[in-house]
């Protein structure tokens, strides 16, 4: 993410110590190249409005600002957001909890691999919105059917992932640790681990973002708190802004986890980030 | 050559290797092979004959499909801090740094608790032998093909393994680099003398570098010769490749290994004209 953009041709004919106005204009232009799409987008969203002039069909960007405001102001965005928040964070745990161990011993062991492996082919495919109605029957209307529909839909990624992190560990570096005597536990977390950990970490990036996906719309089926339920509640009383308000704060939260794990991964797995940029000198 | 006897450390009889896919093809048939007590020995053959099954079969990472290998008398089973394997690609771990590389074999159970300061001792000596010296903290992706490949025979020495085995491990170095490698592996092996089995196809390194060579022929390969170098050590300075005694050694190894290369699939006569070239 960070070092692609770095080779923009617009920008690199310029030398970073020149100092007259032009350069150091462009050099400004050049730093918030990431933002212009959304600034544009935000334009022609309020454009639209404007010539629609139908607030409940699209309402002015800086009325949603405003209703977020409000809502964030009377507490009922912070109560919904953190309902929701807590939600897919305690269900993404549980999916890791799962997936991981399950990945690494699948992907380890044939046994597990031949045992498990058609549960995971066919479940996997189950759309996993699919199961609230029955999550709901089994465990109520409660925080535990939510719960559990989040982990059922993040743990498939991160199994899978997992599983492909570890299968993909390179032979030469298993055989290399056995002639010098290495023990399968060793092994396992010498070697595997650290190998395997940056598909993980994708695991849990496709984990986290299906997990925010699946709560929002269990929450629209059966819940009476969290973002789902709010946007469809803004629905329900036509109060389009709440719906983007909504949206809006699903957004920012999603893109905040999604860079936090980002982080996470290239400080653990920095190593693995370096080997794509050197694939990428050579060709 | 008959039996073991106490100069010989790994002795290899009838090692076979036969693969069963559609049909069942032989790929190694009946190895006889001494190697003996800190000897460097050069394995050479032409491509697909077979040589890095053998040196994968002596690692333990292959299992022979007949025959059998002992070493110091005992036979082998599966891979053991015994034999030490350098790899033709590099095998180091990218996500620890030339120190840990090197260190990585002493900090297993298996090395039987050494302590921290012991470790940084022999790394640090490995990292002065290998002269990898300002380098301890780099990352593999941020050294050279021929760093890495010190890297790795310090990482391998580090485990002080009876046999070093090594599979062309110069083979994707550019010529200049493996000319530098070869001289400091003579050195290495001259300063401690360990028994090392070497697969190689190129015959100028492996005169420069053994005791013997011994030559494989292709499918299914065997030992058909073993060509003894009597080249005086220490050469790591002073051995030239246009010493008599040398070209005389690579005329002969080169007659040796034509037949087989002619016979090969993917020889192109008509471009193999080194040989002719060498002759007077």
């Known amino acids: 993410m960070k070092a692609g953009p770095k080779s923009a041709p617009a920008i690199r004919s310029v030398p970073p110590e020149a100092d007259d106005v032009v350069s150091r204009f462009l050099r400004l232009c050049h730093r918030f190249r990431r933002v212009y799409s959304i600034v544009l987008l935000l334009l022609a969203w309020e454009v639209f409005a404007f010539a629609i002039n139908d607030p409940l069909f699209l309402p002015s960007f800086i009325a949603v600002l405003k209703m977020a405001w409000s809502m964030l102001q009377s507490g009922q965005l912070i109560v919904d957001a953190s309902a929701s928040l807590q939600r897919s964070l305690i269900g993404f745990a549980f999916a890791m909890a799962v997936g991981v161990p399950l990945g690494i011993l699948m992907g380890w062991f044939r046994q597990w691999d031949d045992f498990w492996g058609s549960i995971v082919s066919l479940s996997n495919p189950i759309p996993k919105i699919g199961l609230v109605p029955l999550f709901v029957l089994w465990f109520g209307i409660g925080e535990l059917s939510k719960v559990a529909v989040i982990a059922a839909g ?21 055989w290399r640790a056995r002639t010098v005597g290495i023990s399968e536990t060793e092994i396992l977390f010498k070697v595997i681990l650290p190998a395997a950990l940056p598909a993980m970490f994708t695991g849990a990036r496709l984990g986290m973002a299906l997990a925010w996906v699946i709560l929002i719309a269990a929450e629209m089926v059966a819940a009476r708190s969290g973002l789902g339920f709010r946007i469809l509640y803004g629905q329900q009383m036509f109060e389009t802004e709440v719906v983007f308000a909504g949206l809006l704060t699903i957004s920012l939260l999603g893109f905040l986890f999604d860079r936090v794990i980002q982080a996470l991964s290239q400080k653990t797995c920095s190593w693995y980030f370096r080997l794509g940029h050197q694939a990428q000198a050579e060709t | 050559m008959a039996g073991p006897s106490d100069s010989v450390i790994i002795s290899a009889r009838g090692v076979g290797k036969a693969f069963s896919r559609r049909d069942v093809v032989t790929a190694l048939a009946g190895v006889d092979l001494d190697i003996r007590r800190s000897e460097f020995l050069c394995l050479i053959g032409p491509s697909g ?232």
């Not at chain 2, 100028?204 to 058909?224: C, F, H, Q, W």
């Not at chain 2, 002073?238 to 005694?245: F, I, M, T, V």
């Open chain 2, 49 to 280: 004959c077979g040589k890095s099954t053998f040196l994968y079969i002596v690692a333990g990472l292959v299992s022979a499909t007949s025959g059998e290998l002992t070493l110091d008398g005992r036979p082998m089973r599966g891979p053991s801090r015994d034999r030490g394997l350098i790899f033709q690609e590099d095998a180091l771990y990218p996500w620890l740094s030339v120190f840990d590389n090197i260190a990585f074999g002493l900090r297993l159970r298996a090395a039987r608790a050494r302590s921290r300061e012991e470790i940084a001792a022999s790394v640090a000596a490995l990292i002065r032998l290998v002269g990898l010296q300002g380098f301890e903290l780099r990352v593999p992706t941020e050294l050279s093909g021929g760093m890495k490949q010190r890297t790795a025979i310090a990482a391998c020495l580090a485990t002080e393994p009876k046999v070093l085995l090594m599979d062309e491990p110069f083979g994707a170095l550019d010529a200049q680099t493996r000319g530098i490698l070869q001289r400091e592996l003579l050195r290495i092996h001259e300063t401690v003398g360990r028994t090392t089995l070497f697969v190689t196809h190129d015959i100028r390194e492996a005169i420069l570098l053994s005791d013997r060579v011994a030559v494989m022929s292709a499918r299914p390969g065997t030992i058909k010769a073993i060509v003894d170098v009597d080249l005086p050590r220490p050469r790591w300075r002073s051995l030239q490749e246009q010493d008599p005694a040398f070209l005389r050694l690579e005329r002969h190894l080169h007659g040796l290994l034509d037949d087989d290369i002619y016979n090969s699939s993917d020889a192109v006569p008509a471009l193999d004209t080194a040989t002719s070239l060498a002759e007077p």
């Open chain 1, 154 to 174: 993040g743990f498939f990624p991160i199994l899978i992932n997992v599983y492909n992190g570890v299968r993909g560990v390179n032979p030469i570096w298993i």
